[in-house]
């Protein structure tokens, strides 16, 4: 049935269940916008989107048109969920911390493009472009945060979906056919509220079939910490990694990633780890305990960390959906995965070095996500030991001396002095209120399961130094080292240094939004920043044969 809008924008029809064939153009690739969750400086974020193999361009159609929307966007409201139940249950698989802490609960849906949601078709001054718009906005009354798990998600060339909440403060997107995977499906990262807007923009000229089919909401029925710039709260005892005691792991940390599983419902934390190949492989090491549901539906969000020790707000960090199981070692109680896409070089991940000896270390520390908030660190110097952990042979931590674990902690990683990973968190008792017994199964345990991927170079040495992704071609590298600036924070100026024989030609500053705020020529030695809001910018520096970015903090 067809319906005219009275505006020169638009023409609208309803859905009678119709599928059509979907053409599509090559978008244009400007840069992607960083994430942020600075809430107390800024009022508004943008969620980077998922797989992060391409860039991010654009904002929604209905944000930037002048016709209205209002009344035109199909609702769908799910049933309330049985809360009282949910917390009782957690309140017992939470006491062990050896199941992915729960947040959200999953309420099945079959939302699609052809039996869900209306299609827009577009027109400038009163002629049909050929472009139209499906939208669709899902509201779970009562949730603190909604995700989203596609199990058809294949978008062709030129189409661009966005998910963005009710108020307009944080979206994912645009989603691309960037975004496709061999699985075919997709799961978002949570964004708060209540009430989800989806929004897919289909150019005239574009080909290809899209398939766009929701099977389930993640409901947050407890805050996910990042979400609500939680600094310490729960557990009053948790070291930052900003802090000064976490400084010596700096760069490990870069390696930790907070799993999301079981349709986006259940959060624990893994690590990268590197192999004897250099091949910046993304192999994930974590409990079989996480194993709640496909891989592929899985999120695996980098870099969610506090600004400042004691400070509430944090970088939401960088996501990647989905992986794929490679091995596990049902002996040793651990998962070997692999990511469906490498980190992007940018985003400053490492690859963590490894110890597959059973030698228990010295000095130690774990990092992990409690809570599935930013990255936390424990430390400890007291003597270790092996002992039994529900039938496995598990080094035992006597007490922490700094720090502790919590529930979302299940699969961190154990570092021995030398920043290798030498076991992973299955579980324990200690808490804030009680520091007690926290055990980790060792990498040896798995080796035997795990060798042939971790050493495909067949060195067959103990150990192995981590180290930073070397996808980057080496000329720029070496000239990306020649460059610096200073400081990060800055409130007033930056100093750039450059001991290159190419000069900076051009400085960029962007938001977190993406947008260009400010554009300098560094004729001086200094660029000024006083006039920019406080938050996250990424910094361009353009030289005539390459493009370097870095991220900046601006803080007044």
Not at 220 to 244: F, H, K, V
Request: net charge negative.
């Amino acid at each position: 049935m067809w319906i005219y809008l009275h505006t020169r924008f638009l023409i609208i029809f309803r859905n009678c269940g119709d599928s059509f064939t979907q053409k599509r153009t090559k978008p244009t690739l400007i840069l992607r916008a960083f994430i942020l969750s600075l809430t107390l400086v800024l009022s508004a974020s943008v969620l980077h989107a998922q797989k992060g193999s391409g860039d991010r361009s654009g904002t929604p159609y209905t944000w930037s048109t002048q016709a209205s929307f209002t009344g035109l966007i199909p609702l769908e409201t799910l049933a309330p969920i049985d809360l009282g139940t949910l917390l009782k249950q957690d309140s017992q698989t939470d006491l062990l911390k050896d199941k992915p802490y729960r947040l959200a609960t999953k309420q099945r849906v079959e939302y699609n493009t052809n039996d869900s949601g209306r299609w827009i078709w577009l027109t400038e001054q009163n002629r049909p472009t050929g472009d139209r718009l499906w939208l669709l906005a899902i509201q779970s009354p009562g949730a603190l945060n909604l995700a989203l798990v596609f199990d058809e998600f294949v978008i062709p060339e030129g189409g661009r979906l966005f998910i963005y909440t009710e108020d307009r403060t944080e979206i994912i997107g645009a989603l691309t056919h960037e975004d496709n995977n061999k699985f075919k499906s997709l799961t978002t990262r949570n964004l708060k509220g209540d009430k989800l807007v989806l929004e897919y923009y289909e150019p005239a000229l574009s080909s290809g079939v899209l398939k766009l089919s929701i099977r389930t909401v993640a409901h947050g029925y407890r805050s996910l910490p990042s979400l609500a710039n939680w600094s310490s709260g729960a557990e009053e005892c948790q070291i930052s990694t900003a802090c000064d005691l976490a400084s010596s792991l700096s760069t490990e940390e870069n390696g930790i990633v907070r799993i999301m599983v079981d349709d986006a419902t259940r959060s624990c934390t893994g690590v990268l780890l590197n192999n004897t190949g250099h091949q910046d492989t993304p192999y994930i090491v974590t409990s079989s305990s996480a194993l709640m549901g496909d891989p592929s539906s899985f999120t695996f969000t980098f870099q969610n960390e506090n600004y400042t020790c004691n400070g509430p707000a944090s970088f939401n960090g960088y996501v990647v959906s989905g992986a794929e199981l490679v091995e596990e070692s049902t002996s040793a109680g651990l998962v070997l995965l692999k990511l469906l896409v490498t980190p992007r070089f940018e985003w400053s991940t490492y690859y963590c070095g490894w110890d597959r000896s059973p030698k228990v270390p010295v000095d130690y520390s774990c990092i992990h996500h409690p809570y599935g908030a930013p990255k936390r660190v424990a430390l400890g110097r007291q003597a270790l030991a092996y002992q039994n952990w529900k039938g496995q042979n598990a080094i035992a931590v006597d007490g922490w001396d700094d720090g502790i674990t919590s529930p979302g902690s299940l699969g961190a990683p154990m570092f021995n002095k030398y920043g290798h990973v030498v076991g992973f968190f299955i579980g324990g008792f200690g808490s804030c209120a009680e520091n007690s017994q926290d055990f980790f199964i060792p990498l040896s345990a798995a080796w035997k399961d795990f060798g042939e991927f971790l050493d495909p170079a067949e060195l067959g040495s103990s150990s192995l130094q981590g180290q930073s992704p070397v996808s980057e071609p080496v000329d720029q590298r070496i000239v990306e080292n020649n460059i610096s600036f200073f400081p990060n924070p800055a409130s007033s100026f930056i100093n750039l240094k450059n001991t290159n024989e190419e000069p900076v030609l051009m400085v960029k500053f962007y938001n977190s939004h993406g947008e260009l705020v400010s554009v300098q020529e560094p004729d001086k030695r200094q660029l000024n920043v006083a006039d920019l809001p406080s938050g996250m910018y990424v910094i361009e520096l353009i030289l005539d044969s390459f493009t370097l970015q870095s991220k900046l903090f601006v803080i007044h």
